[in-house]
């Protein structure tokens, strides 16, 4: 059997098919002109451009046992709330130590604006900060409460994200 060669009718037609896909392409521009700028006050209120806020699954709770100088380790269960409030709950671990009642912080937190994926927990802009973490995808970090700074072997402060949001 001979295969046939196409014809040039063929061929204009694959070339025609292909400038009109190329010119709707180029046509489909999004219009940007006549659209307002926001409102300063809105930008206030959202974060802009890639924050960490806006970028990462930041809610949610998380989970580690952290060093302790006195005990065998600081069990640590932390939960952010996208409407910017945490609850956060510590336990000592050990025989004695486990009968004592958990250590529980509840309040709001905020995203340090100088380092964007730091966060604060802490009851008013007045008070010393309760907590501090570097915030990551999946993870988040105590961090040193006055200045932000990771602490000594900061990887044994990580807690692992363990579940999403309740609403």
């Known amino acids: ?8 009718h063929a061929l204009g037609l694959v070339f025609l098919s292909l400038g009109v896909l190329w010119l709707t392409a180029c046509a489909s521009k999004p219009v940007t002109e006549n659209v307002p700028p926001p409102r300063i006050d809105q930008l206030m ?10 970028m ?11 060093p302790c100088n006195a005990c065998p380790g600081i069990a640590m269960s932390v939960q952010l709330r996208e409407d910017h409030t945490a609850v956060v709950r510590e336990r000592k671990l050990g025989s004695d130590i486990e009968k004592a009642p958990d250590q529980t912080y509840k309040g709001a937190f905020y995203f340090d604006s100088p380092h964007g994926s730091l966060i604060t ?47």
Do not use: C
Request: charged residues 20%; proline residues 8%.
């Open 1 to 8: 059997m001979q295969q046939r060669l196409p014809t040039r």
């Open 45 to 54: 209120q959202q974060p802009v451009g890639d924050a960490p806020q806006n």
């Open 56 to 66: 990462l699954d930041w809610s949610g709770t998380y989970q580690a046992v952290l």
């Open 121 to 167: 927990l802490s009851t008013s802009a007045q008070e010393a900060p309760a907590y501090k973490f570097w915030v990551s995808e999946g993870w988040i970090e105590l961090r040193e409460r006055s200045t932000g700074n990771a602490l000594p072997q900061s990887s044994m402060y990580r807690l692992r994200k363990t579940s999403q949001p309740s609403n």
